[in-house]
């Protein structure tokens, strides 16, 4: 199904209203956290399991896996 297409008129669009930048600069939308290099031994059924989820979001798998150990870390730091 396709979506419709937009008929864009040369007339005017109405009234428009200019509102403040509210967007954060660059440097404020990326936070760097500290990080560490590790190595360990994972099964290869783990690693394929990451590998496929990660390629469906378009991410890198090592984000993945490191976004799952920050994520338990955080829930069990709380208790």
């Known amino acids: 199904m396709r979506k419709p297409t937009v008929k864009y008129s040369k007339g005017e669009i109405g009234r428009v209203r ?6 954060p600069s660059p ?4 936070l ?3 990080n560490v290099k ?3 031994s994972l099964s290869q059924r783990s690693v394929d ?3 496929r989820a990660a390629a469906k979001q ?4 090592q984000r993945m896996i490191r976004a799952l150990v920050d994520a ?3 829930k069990q730091g709380k208790g």
């Open 38 to 40: 590790v190595t360990i």
């Open 32 to 34: 760097r956290e500290n």
């Open 18 to 23: 200019i509102v403040d930048d509210f967007l």
């Open 58 to 61: 378009k991410v890198p798998y």
């Open 72 to 74: 338990y870390a955080e």
């Open 27 to 30: 440097d404020q939308l990326v």
């Open 49 to 51: 399991f990451f590998k």
